[in-house]
């Protein structure tokens, strides 16, 4: 006997997400057998050529793996799983939270064509590494990531990590981003930063440095709220494909990524 990858209600919110099994082009096998499998390598970190046989040819799986991730299929799901628990009231803009954690790249994620720049590779005190930049939402689940190299300032990347992952509302309102307030640690204390958040009427709970003076409007208890970014940094690293890094292409370990922030979401 063996787990199941995903569960029958996990299913059930998702097949009706997914590409229609034909199409212009040959017929799709069964979609959930090849995503088990795709889950399989996910959590374990394993080649694609050691997944059981249980799931289907190794070759369908990581083809449609690849195929999905390239033409941004996870991302839509994502998305529309976001839509829907808005909709529900179950998306909290009242604070978002963000953090960035450095990722060990494998030897294997070397040598791709275009540089290690270009693929979000480079190299910080934890050596050949990846760094996430990450944005939660106030429950503590995945709203929008980027990737830079292990050595990147998180400062560098707040940004465009507040412009991105849009949430397309009902009605004919414009899809909405930008929560009421933000909470980082000391890594984001800076005074563009700070300028950029309140150009965009963004509350600010980031602890000042040392060197910046007195932080007289610091709420503490507020603070403590940042602990669900970290734990969910926890949650990512607990599948062996996002803890370390064996992907050569940034975007398909941003798949990966993206295929867990769907299991969270769903």
Not at 2 to 11: D, F, H, K, M
Not at 156 to 171: D, F, H, S
Not at 230 to 249: C, H, Q
């Amino acid at each position: 006997m063996w787990r199941n990858e995903i569960s029958n209600e996990q299913w059930e919110r998702l097949e009706p997400l997914l590409p229609p099994l034909v199409g212009l082009g040959r017929p799709y096998l069964e979609h959930r057998p090849i995503i088990s499998g795709i889950l399989w390598v996910l959590r374990t970190g394993a080649p694609w050529r050691d997944v059981p046989e249980r799931f289907g040819k190794w070759t369908t799986i990581s083809s449609r793996f690849r195929r999905w991730t390239a033409k941004g299929i996870w991302q839509q799901v994502w998305a529309e799983l976001q839509r829907q628990a808005d909709q529900k009231g179950q998306l909290d803009w009242s604070m978002h939270f963000v953090d960035g954690t450095v990722v060990r790249a494998h030897q294997c994620a070397a040598g791709a064509r275009g540089g290690q720049q270009d693929e979000a590779l480079g190299r910080s005190r934890g050596g050949f590494s990846t760094k996430i930049h990450l944005r939660a939402e106030g429950h503590g689940k995945p709203m929008a990531f980027l990737l830079s190299g292990g050595e990147r300032h998180e400062c560098k990347y707040l940004q465009p990590l507040l412009e991105t992952g849009a949430v397309v509302r009902a009605g004919r309102g414009r899809p909405r981003i930008r929560p009421d307030r933000l909470v980082g640690d000391k890594g984001y204390s800076d005074s563009t930063v700070r300028k950029y958040l309140h150009s965009r009427g963004i509350g600010v709970t980031i602890p000042r440095r040392k060197d910046q003076g007195d932080d007289i409007c610091f709420d503490a208890a507020v603070y403590k709220e940042r602990n669900k970014v970290e734990r969910l940094v926890n949650r990512l690293k607990s599948f062996r494909r996002i803890a370390t890094r064996y992907d050569k292409r940034a975007v398909n370990y941003q798949g990966w990524l993206t295929v867990v922030a769907i299991l969270l979401w769903l």
